[in-house]
T-cell receptor, first 111, second 113 residues
Framework: EDQVTQSPEALRLQEGESSSLNCSYT??????LFWYRQDPGKGPEFLFT???AGEEKEKERLKATLTKKESFLHITAPKPEDSATYLC????????????FGTGTRLQVTL | DTGVSQDPRHKITKRGQNVTFRCDPI?????LYWYRQTLGQGPEFLTY????????KSRLLSDRFSAERPKGSFSTLEIQRTEQGDSAMYLC???????????FGSGTRLTVV
């Protein structure tokens, strides 16, 4: 069964302390990998799409990278407003249009 | 473009009652999705429409669940004979063909008591 695993489950950083979140997936044919941000009580907000190994995308303090079996979301010099749950989702081959989500990484950035 | 709208935002119902949720997608998006999310988990796929056609349903979507998208515009998700295990956030999302970067709504939080 296609699976998406995220680590760590939770991460606490001080403002300015850079780190990375990991998303690994069963290699059964990747059509796309997606990163979302979710604030409490709200729906996920789209951040990035990655389609092939070696691809990178950046937005402000966030950078997403993709290899053949995992993706990283790098957070550079985070600020308190970056605190949220970050979700990874994969569109696997043969699954029409659905995305399979991981359980997310809860990020807290403190002053 | 006002984004994806979901109504109601919160619903509390007694076990055994029927509930219906509505989703209004972004007008130019032809694809519409329903997901369910429980606390501490990622969203789980329920069903997907392309225009008015329901093209895929998850095994999670038991006979008590039904979804429609008449005329390819808004969509409704109905749960009959609700159970406590149905308590969750029900998320709707939309996208255009070939673009899987969904736009999600804020969700409907269902509590079954």
């Amino acid at each position: 069964e296609d699976q998406v695993t995220q680590s760590p489950e939770a991460l606490r950083l001080q403002e300015g302390e850079s780190s990375s979140l990991n998303c690994s997936y069963t290699v059964s044919g990747l059509r796309g990998l997606f990163w979302y941000r979710q604030d409490p009580g709200k729906g996920p907000e789209f951040l990035f799409t990655l389609y092939s190994a070696g691809e990178e995308k950046e937005k402000e303090r966030l950078k997403a990278t993709l290899t053949k079996k995992e993706s990283f979301l790098h957070i550079t010099a985070p600020k308190p407003e970056d605190s949220a749950t970050y979700l990874c989702a994969v569109h696997f081959s043969g699954t029409a249009s659905k995305l399979t989500f991981g359980t997310g990484t809860r990020l807290q950035v403190t002053l | 473009d006002t984004g994806v709208s979901q109504d109601p935002r919160h619903k509390i119902t007694k076990r055994g009652q029927n509930v219906t949720f509505r989703c209004d997608p972004i007008s130019e998006h032809n694809r519409l999705y329903w997901y369910r999310q429980t606390l501490g988990q990622g969203p789980e796929f329920l069903t997907y429409f392309q225009n008015e056609a329901q093209l895929e349903k998850s095994r999670l979507l038991s006979d008590r669940f039904s979804a429609e998208r008449p005329k390819g515009s808004f969509s409704t998700l109905e749960i009959q004979r609700t159970e406590q295990g149905d308590s969750a956030m029900y998320l709707c999302a939309s996208s255009s063909t070939g673009n899987y970067g969904y736009t999600f709504g804020s969700g409907t939080r269902l509590t079954v008591v």
